[in-house]
């Protein structure tokens, strides 16, 4: 069984950065990909941003040049880094770790995150 314990969440100021962190139980080395979702009350969950064991990166079109995402395997932890944060970002992030072997997806349990304007 694959923990992911987030941290990193809190309320922020609009125009203010934060940073998620997603630290995973087992060595990444062994995830394919990883990232982060968010859900607003009343909202689906919707992708954020995600990370290849490679390295390559995919965001939404909402965080692009805002958020980097970046994944440390030597500490089996990946990052979230939110800047230029805006109200409509507030949501309750969660982390996500897709193994292509099995095909299975382990999810966090959510960090909340709340944009003042």
């Known amino acids: 069984q694959v923990q992911l314990v987030e941290s990193g969440g809190g309320l922020v100021q609009a125009g203010g950065s934060l940073r998620l962190s997603c630290a995973a139980s087992?060595?990444?080395?062994?995830?394919?990909?990883m990232g982060w979702y968010r859900q607003a009350p009343g909202k689906p969950r919707d992708l954020v941003a995600t990370?290849?064991?490679?390295?390559?990166?995919n965001y939404a079109d909402s965080v692009k040049g805002r958020f980097t995402i970046s994944r440390d395997n030597t500490k089996n932890t990946v990052y979230l880094q939110m800047n230029s944060l805006k109200p409509e970002d507030t949501a309750v992030y969660y982390c996500?770790?897709?193994?292509?072997?099995?095909?299975?997806?382990?999810w966090g349990q959510g960090t909340q995150v709340t944009v003042s304007s």
């Open positions: 996500y770790a897709y193994f292509g072997w099995n095909r299975e997806t382990y």
């Open positions: 087992i060595s990444t080395f062994s995830i394919n990909d």
């Open positions: 990370v290849t064991r490679g390295g390559s990166t």
